[in-house]
């Protein structure tokens, strides 16, 4: 059905001689448009929030549909020069499946965050609302152009301007200190990685100054200098997705950012960094090494493990919602290194379903995240809290808030028949297959990888259930909170397009590997099957292993009526209301429910040895007993504070330099005039 | 799809439902006859059942709707898995629904709503209860998923039917890497089902449970259906365990007719006798572990798991 | 030659036991257990070199596997039993890292030991020759063991496992070592344990206690 629709269209292109990446393009100018035009009224919220966004959203739905349908046809890419840029680099812009699957993970979750947006930026948060709109759709289009960029010059000028948008979009509450504090270190990571990923480039150029990713597709490297670039691609796009040891401005930013920014940063901002890691290491690199799957195989697991036991023990809700996406970001890179693996030893079939299995949990991510971060954002405008030890019972007051906010839980954590399921078990098939890698101690290593992502998946149920039953459910911890009001209808709207999209993709998920096929296929030459039946997946054959998302969700469902039916007529349906048993004891306060550090005891216990702790106890003869308990990151104390200090010494030795006084300066001015004539002459 | 897999898919549901509580009274029974107690009658879980079903609920005041609709979504879940589950034959319709893995995971969204359930009212216990049950299946999780990597190197596939017939084909009981998964899908069993030793099912004391706390706040239909739901897991898990280590008697590809169907029932009730004789025998010998020494008894089972991925690599049997 | 895919079967399920035990021998908690467990090595051991010998047909195998249960199953245990009795350490065997920890070390070292033996595997010609990496494997836990324990008389087991691994090794990769050979490290096992004996006495009534803790005071300042 899609295929006709997709034949009309292009049939109406030709005669218009224009193609999809001339209406993406225009899409693109559209946003940009929109984020100025927000200056004609610049300090009207409800003429940026109730005009802008939606009309946003709708070009985000645009964009979504014109990527579906050009991965559909299965065009040859296109390409487009543009007369803007340097005078020997003008801007090449190309749209092939990779991008056209990214711009439609843009398109789609875009279009939920946008509408919500819409409705919840009700005063300026501290910025006028038209520079809050400008900075916004800004940030869309110059994502989109990350994507769609085809050299090096303009990749880059999209990149800075990405990161300038999202740094003045996550200190628009700019009043507050910690939140220029964070701001701060963001600016500073995403500067480390630009740098990073410029050399990178730099080395992929091979000699020929030509920036031009069609030149760079057809240079030759030695193997030192294509490790090189991969490593450097990998600093640089590592530190702006989040992967450890790069990912300390992740926790600070996202908190510190509105809601609907934390969901963009999350669910979009993260995935371009996992575009160009692909486009670096699979498109530009025509050689790989097995030693680059296993390096990124081990950081991938690694962060998502450190990911997880850090979310289980965060107090507040965006932090550990902060965390998890450094988990989930670890996974997609675990996935990324299998497929190089599987690619180096020529099982390539295999190297297609990891590939796949991450692209799909990309997608994904960015859908279950945004609603996540979003229904946080509905939660924080009800109750003006953040922190879990003063929520709790609020499905009660916000009941649809609440049940976006399962529908988000439920997919997070990996759970059938939701679309995070899907994912994790792409993952695990394609772990079952590394016992046959011909590498001698690595097919007996890499199937312990499958454990580690096991345990990491159960604890990311573990932290989501947290996560839900202290903000949601049990009793409220502060008075204030019975007076929380539920989302209003714009902002329901980009929930329920959010959670229909996990539900959606859990029970077919047939939808999303029909988008990554011709991706696997270009860049790797394989894809797996994408559906045998209309109801079920099943990658590399039937007899192996499927999976009916559809049918699960329909079994379930129909099982649940038919029992409640059968019970309501052969028995009945009486209830009585009284308080709750707690086995008899009478006086049950809201304090006696698990906090979230209790919830996190476990973890906290188990895996001591991945926190730096400091505990307050109070002792038998406290009059004020209290007990506070610190965790902090390791990493951060013991690699960046010592770096910070490094650069603050030798910037403190250099500053000897700036002596105050006008004749020094005079010298110095002197001395190079005589060194150059000296070496010039 | 014939329309005679279709009957013999109700047949497998409807005795799966019919049985379950029967293997907890069983279970029961063998307990009392070991611990030298006289023993309560076999159809005590039917008589619980049914008094419990036409009891009035008592419900908290706070509960939401999530609480009310958990029983029916837990009993729901465990269904469908007993219908995927090739207990007596593998030509079934919804059999290539899910995989073992699929299958673990539908049992972790049943643990995962009975947990988020159990926070609903506020209580202490129930909260307990729920972060405990939360740490012991991430703990087993691994474990399990290592048993399924065994029984995907034996046979090539992580697909139950494709297991039993594959297992027909190439029988190999002493293989050590078949005892050590075997061995080590017993304990995580014992461990998510809530058994000793990680959990007692009969005990009083609140402090120490783990199953039992989070079913503190239901009553009659609900209670009802989260017993049956609990009893029927732990079929599930004998199933499975059969399916994996002892498919004889399953009337595998190509069987049809009423008679491997009647051979299969009888081997299905025969096999659910000695596991559950087997069960009470371990559950009497074995004590209750503190909870912090759950973590070892299960880093334990995954650690025999892998031994048996290792030896199956290193032997190339 | 009695060569049959049964005998070699009960072969592999008996080497997997050796490796199950030394695992258990890496947890447990208490030294009589420990002292049961390395006896039960010596009945594995015992039962599969009478199967190899069985089925290539080599007499001295059978002479040392009687040599085998005469001393590792019968004397040694008793032996150490008597020592731990008169000492009073029957009980305590603590561990300086946890047993989780322990327990994934060890696995690595298996990994390891696997993946070193695989080529040297297809150069040998016996029935038994996939055990040599489990036989050194038992080798490495057993180090490991000695390694991750405090107590002295744990250390002497850990020894001794040491040497069942060294001498199921011997048996899967050449069918037996000389008789001499074998002999003269019977008489040293023998020999050792009772000199460790009198040093665990000297150990126990110079500090008090046999916690080889107390030995690092040893050392000069």
Redesign the interface.
């Known amino acids: 059905m899609l295929l006709s629709a997709n034949h009309w269209i292009s049939g109406l292109a030709e005669t218009l001689a224009v193609n999809d990446l001339h209406f993406m393009l225009l899409l693109v100018a559209a946003w940009m448009t929109l984020g100025f035009a927000g200056f004609l009224r610049p300090h009207s919220i409800r003429f940026v929030a109730r005009f802008l966004f939606p009309a946003g959203a709708l070009l985000c739905l645009g964009v979504a549909l014109l990527a579906g349908l050009f991965l559909a046809s299965g065009q040859a890419p296109q390409a487009v020069v543009l007369p803007l840029g340097l005078p020997d680099l003008p801007f090449h812009i190309r749209l092939d499946v990779l991008s056209g699957f990214f711009l439609l993970l843009l398109g789609v979750a875009g279009a939920g965050i946008s509408i919500f947006a819409a409705g919840y930026f009700r005063s300026g948060e501290g910025t006028a609302p038209a520079l809050l709109g400008l900075e916004y759709h800004l940030f869309l289009a110059s994502m989109a152009m990350v994507i769609l960029a085809d050299d090096a010059y303009l990749f880059m000028v999209a990149w800075e301007t990405m990161a300038l948008s999202s740094y003045f979009l996550v200190t628009s509450h700019h009043r507050i200190p910690e939140i220029r504090r964070a701001g701060f270190l963001y600016l500073i990571m995403a500067h480390v990685g630009a740098v990073c990923i410029l050399l990178s480039f730099g080395v992929l150029q091979g000699g020929s100054w030509q920036f031009t990713f069609d030149a760079m597709r057809s240079a030759h490297f030695a193997p030192f200098w294509a490790t090189t670039a991969f490593l450097l691609a990998l600093l640089g796009f590592g530190a702006k997705a989040g992967l450890v040891p790069m990912h300390v401005w992740l926790p600070e930013a996202h908190p510190a950012a509105p809601s609907p920014v934390s969901a963009m940063m999350s669910g979009l901002m993260l995935k371009t960094a996992i575009y160009g890691m692909l486009r670096v290491s699979f498109d530009l690199l025509s050689i790989r090494f097995w030693q680059w799957g296993v390096l990124l195989l081990v950081l991938g697991l690694f962060s998502a493990l450190f990911g997880a036991i850090f979310a289980a023990v965060q107090t507040d809700m965006k932090r550990l919602l902060a965390y998890s996406s450094i988990e989930n970001v670890g996974l997609i890179f675990t996935g990324i290194g299998l497929s190089i693996l599987f690619e180096t030893s020529n099982m390539h079939l295999f190297a297609a379903l990891a590939l796949t299995a991450a692209l799909v949990h990309s997608f994904n991510h960015a859908l279950f995240k945004s609603l996540l971060f979003l229904t946080t954002g509905s939660v924080l405008h009800a109750t003006k809290q953040r922190s879990l030890g003063k929520l709790?019972?609020l499905?009660?007051h916000m009941p649809w808030v609440a049940s976006f906010a399962?529908i988000g839980t439920?997919s997070i954590?990996?759970?059938?028949p939701l679309n995070g399921?899907v994912s994790?078990?792409l993952l695990?098939?394609s772990f079952?297959f590394t016992?046959q890698l011909p590498h001698?101690?690595l097919?007996?290593?890499i199937?312990?990888g499958?454990?580690?992502l096991?345990?990491t998946?159960?604890?990311s149920?573990?932290v989501?259930?947290k996560f839900?039953?202290?903000i949601f459910?049990?009793?409220p911890r502060e008075p204030s909170l019975v007076h929380a009001h539920d989302a209003n209808w714009l902002e329901r709207l980009g929930l329920i397009w959010l959670a229909a999209g996990c539900v959606l993709i859990g029970a077919l998920p047939q939808i999303v590997l029909s988008a990554v096929a011709p991706v696997t296929g270009k860049l790797l030459g394989n894809t797996v099957r994408s559906s045998s039946t209309f109801w079920?997946i099943?990658p590399i054959a039937?007899?192996?292993?499927?999976?009916?998302g559809l049918?699960?969700l329909a079994?379930?469902?129909s099982?649940?009526a038919i029992?409640?039916v059968c019970?309501r007529l052969?028995?009945?349906g009486?209830?009585?209301?009284?308080?709750?048993?707690?086995?008899g004891y009478p006086w049950?306060t809201?304090r006696?429910?698990?906090t979230a550090e209790?919830?996190g005891?476990?973890i906290r216990?188990?895996f001591g040895a991945f926190f730096r702790m400091e505990r307050s106890l109070p002792s038998a003869s406290d009059d004020a007993p209290r007990y506070r308990v610190y965790i902090e990151d390791r990493l951060w104390c013991g690699v960046y504070l010592p770096i910070a200090r490094g650069v603050q010494g030798l910037a403190d030795a250099i500053a000897v330099l700036q002596g105050g006084r006008l004749s020094i300066y005079l010298l110095y001015s002197f001395l190079t005039l005589l060194a150059l004539l000296v070496f010039v002459l | 799809m014939r329309a005679i897999s279709f009957v013999r898919q109700f047949v497998e549901v409807v005795l799966a439902i019919a049985i379950a509580p029967l293997f907890a009274g069983w279970i029961a029974q063998c307990r009392a006859w070991l611990q030298n107690r006289s023993a309560p009658p076999l159809l005590l879980p039917y008589r619980t059942l049914r008094k419990l079903f036409f009891k009035d609920v008592a419900l908290a005041t706070d509960a939401s709707l999530l609480f009310r609709a958990t029983p029916y979504v837990l009993f729901g879940t465990m269904v469908l898995a007993a219908a995927i589950i090739p207990s007596l034959v593998t030509d079934l319709p919804l059999a290539r629904v899910a995989d073992s893995i699929a299958l673990v995971g539908l049992f972790a969204t049943a643990r995962v709503f009975l947990s988020l359930a159990a926070m609903d009212i506020g209580t202490a216990f129930g909260t307990l209860g729920a972060r405990r049950e939360m740490m012991v299946g991430f703990l087993a999780e691994p474990a399990l998923l290592m048993v399924l990597f065994n029984a995907f190197l034996l046979y090539g596939s992580t697909s139950l039917p494709s297991l039993v017939d594959g297992y027909r084909t190439h029988p190999s009981i002493i293989d050590p890497s078949v005892i050590f998964a075997a061995v080590a899908f017993v304990m995580v069993a014992l461990a998510e089902n809530a058994r000793i030793p990680i959990d007692n099912p009969s005990t009083h004391l609140e402090l120490t449970m783990i199953h039992e706390a989070m079913l503190l706040e239901y009553s009659a239909r609900h209670l009802a259906l989260v017993e049956w739901a609990s009893s029927l897991k732990l079929f599930n898990y004998a199933c499975i365990g059969f399916a994996l280590f002892m498919p004889w008697g399953i009337a595998t590809q190509g069987l049809d007719g009423v008679g491997p169907l009647l051979i299969a029932i009888a081997a299905l009730i025969g096999k659910l006798v000695i596991a559950g004789a087997a069960l009470a025998l371990i559950e009497s010998l074995s004590a209750k572990l503190r909870i912090f020494r759950a973590p070892e008894y299960l880093a334990m089972a995954f650690l025999l798991a892998v031994l048996g991925l290792l030896v199956h690599l290193l032997l190339g049997a | 030659m009695h060569t049959s895919p049964l005998i070699a079967e009960v072969l592999r399920v008996l080497a997997a036991g050796l490796l199950l035990i030394s695992f258990a021998m890496l947890s447990g908690r208490r030294t009589q257990q420990l002292i049961a467990l390395f006896a039960w090595q010596g009945v594995m051991l015992f039962v599969s070199t009478c199967l190899v010998a069985y089925s290539s047909g080599l007499t001295e195998m059978y002479y040392s596997a009687a040599l085998t249960l005469l001393l590792k199953v019968i004397a040694l245990p008793w032996i150490l039993n008597r020592l731990i009795k008169r000492l009073g350490a029957q009980w305590d065997s603590e561990q300086l890292v946890n047993v989780p920890t322990t327990m994934l070390a060890g696995l690595v070292l298996v990994i390891f030991a696997f993946g070193l033996a695989q080529p040297i595997a297809s150069m040998a010609t016996t029935i038994t020759r996939h055990t040599l990496g489990i036989a050194l494997a038992v080798i490495l836990l057993a180090f490991l063991m000695m390694i991750t324990r405090r107590k002295a008389v744990t250390q002497v087991i850990g020894f001794l496992a040491m040497e069942n691994g060294l001498f199921l090794a011997a048996t899967s990769a050449t069918y037996g070592m000389p008789m001499v050979i074998e002999l003269g490290i019977a008489l040293d096992l023998l020999v050792g344990v009772f000199i460790l004996g009198i040093f665990f006495f000297q150990i126990r009534e110079q500090f008090d206690s046999l916690d080889l803790h107390n030995l690092e005071s040893l050392k000069e300042d």
């Open positions: 709790g019972g499905i009660r399962l439920l954590a990996g759970l059938p399921f994790e078990w695990l098939q079952l016992p001698a101690f097919n007996m290593l199937p312990l499958a454990a580690v096991a345990l998946v159960a604890l149920a573990y989501m259930v839900y039953g202290v459910l049990g009793q079920s099943a039937q007899e192996q292993a499927s999976y009916s049918i699960l079994g379930i469902l099982v649940v029992t409640f019970v052969l028995a009945h009486r209830i009585r209301r009284t308080a709750a048993w707690d086995c049950q809201c006696m429910q698990d209790g919830f005891q476990p216990h188990m």
